[in-house]
């Protein structure tokens, strides 16, 4: 079946331009999580939803950073007046959150932002 | 700050060697680690994980080494291979919120 998907693969914009990075999980998957990979450096926690729970966005570095989980479907991560150290790679990931278990977070290709 | 670390940061291994990645991690509610393997291009997938309550984990080529006192974990990778070739993270949680090492480029000559 399909796997998780990002569009687009790579995206150059200029410093103080908003941009949209969308996300679509496996389908099914009740889970989705936001990451972000800087050059050299591990994966970065940005933000999870769980179903209609309201999601834990701990991990969003500032305020110019959102995201929303549509139809407990697809997903959009905002960047508003990106800054030049916002370039980096952001993955997004989804799982079928099991009780009391371990889910394996299915990764998709991520989405290059280069911030000019 | 960075929760769990990894070293080295790339390493080079013959074909038929033996790669060796090491993590360590300080906090003690961490009860699940898993490895990822991610090739140039992709995201990364699960490669093999471990609970602290299990010293060590085996499946095909890779192996966990689990050391709880010391708050450390490695992954082995036996007889590396050219497909092998990847930058490997070592990650650590305790429910969702996955920890990631800075990961490690392993380069495996033929």
């Known amino acids: 079946g399909a796997g998780v998907s990002q569009s687009p693969s790579n995206k150059v914009t200029e410093k103080g331009k908003d941009v949209e990075l969308r996300c679509d999980p496996i389908?099914?998957?009740?889970?989705l999580y936001w990451y972000r990979q800087s050059l050299g450096q591990g994966l970065e926690f940005l933000i999870y939803?769980?179903?209609?729970?309201?999601?834990?966005k701990s991990g969003l570095p500032s305020d110019r950073f959102s995201a929303e989980r549509t139809g407990g479907s697809v997903s959009t991560l905002t960047i508003q007046r990106t800054q030049q150290e916002d370039s980096a790679v952001y993955l997004c990931?989804?799982?079928?959150?099991?009780?009391?278990?371990?889910?394996?977070?299915?990764f998709g290709p991520g989405t290059r932002l280069t911030v000019l | 700050q960075q929760q769990v670390k990894q070293s080295p940061q790339s390493l080079i291994v013959q074909k038929g060697g033996i790669s060796i990645i090491n993590c360590a991690y300080e906090n003690t509610a961490f009860d699940y680690f898993p490895w990822y393997q991610q090739f140039p291009g992709k995201g990364p997938a699960l490669l093999i994980a471990?609970?602290?309550?299990?010293s060590e984990k085996k499946e095909g080529r890779f192996t966990i080494s689990f050391n709880k006192s010391a708050k450390q974990f490695s992954l082995h990778i036996m007889d590396s291979q050219p497909g092998d070739s990847a930058t490997y993270f070592c990650a650590a949680t305790r429910d969702y919120k996955l920890s990631f090492g800075a990961g490690t480029t392993v380069t495996v000559r033929a």
């Open positions: 471990i609970r602290p309550d299990v």
């Open positions: 990931a989804s799982s079928f959150r099991l009780a009391g278990g371990r889910d394996t977070q299915y």
């Open positions: 939803f769980q179903g209609n729970s309201a999601p834990d």
């Open positions: 389908s099914g998957h009740t889970a």
